[in-house]
């Protein structure tokens, strides 16, 4: 089964050749021809990368696929020292 991915791999080549040539064949020089390509599939595995970026199972939310099943998501402690940043102390003075 094709993924995004498989789509983005096999899209960078054809825009850098496919628009390079669009581009000369229409007029262009292909020394301006080239860049516009080359832009182009820059701008493709931009996106694979940054904008829809690959995620592992760590990084994706509680409750998604990659969760395993049976063990509740990891919480984050909301008193005592490691919400303040200090020591825990218990309360009496020195």
């Known amino acids: 089964m094709t993924g995004y991915y498989d789509y983005v791999l096999g899209l960078i080549p054809a825009a850098l050749i496919g628009i390079t040539a669009f581009l000369n064949l229409v007029g262009l020089s292909l020394t301006m021809a080239l860049p516009?390509?080359?832009?182009?599939?820059?701008?493709?595995?931009?996106?694979?990368?940054?904008?829809?970026?690959?995620?592992?199972?760590?990084?994706?939310?509680?409750?998604?696929?990659?969760?395993?099943?049976?063990?509740?998501?990891?919480?984050?402690?909301?008193?005592?020292?490691?919400?303040?940043?200090?020591?825990?102390?218990?309360g009496g003075s020195d």
């Not at 390509?37 to 595995?45: D, E, F, I, K, R």
């Not at 998501?73 to 020292?81: F, K, Y």
């Open 36 to 90: 516009v390509g080359a832009g182009v599939a820059l701008v493709l595995m931009g996106h694979a990368m940054f904008v829809r970026g690959p995620l592992s199972d760590a990084d994706s939310p509680p409750g998604e696929s990659g969760s395993a099943p049976g063990h509740p998501p990891a919480s984050n402690p909301s008193s005592g020292a490691a919400a303040s940043g200090g020591p825990a102390t218990s």
